[in-house]
């Protein structure tokens, strides 16, 4: 299944509860709430009082994406927050596969998430069916206003077909300048969790979604033509 996943990051806070509606009855799935340590990547963020606060807000799947250094150590108190999904990245964990470990005895879907120029080849196939999300950065984390880096295309479809010789369905979430311009191609490569922020927040939410929501249908049905 394809799943929409605003990046809070680009929201307007004087108006947040209002976008959260507007998201959720557009027909996005998740809400991308990106972590950041100033430490990891070169900003700060989100923290727990910010998730706990909008929790009740919205139904929509929170989607914790992690950008810090040995994030296990909060993992216990963003489950407590509200969190659905955590995502931690490949680079910043001292042990990997006890921090996805951990994540899922807590009752939570884990994701492991690696930069653009990290190898697929760093995740071993113990962690692919660890992981519930592959979580493929298209943009260098953390720095805002940055291009979707083309290649990321060919990592996709590779992370893909990897899967499918492991005889395993992950999601795959690309996260980093997707829009309508690359929405197909990351979708037909085999994406299907979609992070965008500008291009759903700029203007009006609904129509971007729902905008979104066509580009995936055509890509679904010109899929199944080929079948």
Do not use: W
Not at 112 to 128: C, G, M, R
């Amino acid at each position: 299944m394809n799943k929409i996943a605003p990046s809070l990051l680009e929201a307007d806070f004087k108006c947040l509860q209002r976008q959260l509606e507007q998201m959720e009855s557009a027909g996005a799935h998740y809400i991308h709430i990106d972590v950041m340590d100033g430490n990891f990547v070169p900003n700060l963020s989100f923290g727990f009082a910010m998730l706990k606060s909008i929790r009740t807000d919205t139904n929509l799947v929170f989607d914790v994406h992690l950008m810090i250094k040995e994030p296990i150590r909060f993992v216990d108190r963003f489950k407590e927050a509200g969190a659905d999904i955590i995502s931690v990245h490949y680079e910043a964990c001292e042990d990997v596969k006890e921090t996805i470990d951990y994540i899922k005895h807590i009752g939570l879907k884990a994701g492991i998430a690696i930069n653009p120029f990290t190898s697929l080849d760093a995740l071993d196939d113990e962690i692919l069916k660890k992981a519930d999300v592959i979580h493929l950065m298209t943009v260098k984390p953390g720095i805002a206003g940055q291009k979707f880096i083309e290649t990321s295309i060919d990592k996709i479809r590779n992370l893909k077909k990897r899967l499918e010789s492991l005889n395993i369905e992950r999601d795959i979430e690309v996260d980093g300048d997707i829009n309508v311009r690359n929405l197909a191609d990351v979708l037909a490569a085999g994406a299907n969790v979609i992070v965008s922020g500008k291009a759903l927040f700029q203007g009006d939410i609904r129509s971007n979604i729902n905008e979104f929501n066509a580009i995936i249908e055509k890509v679904q049905e010109d899929a199944s033509c080929r079948i």
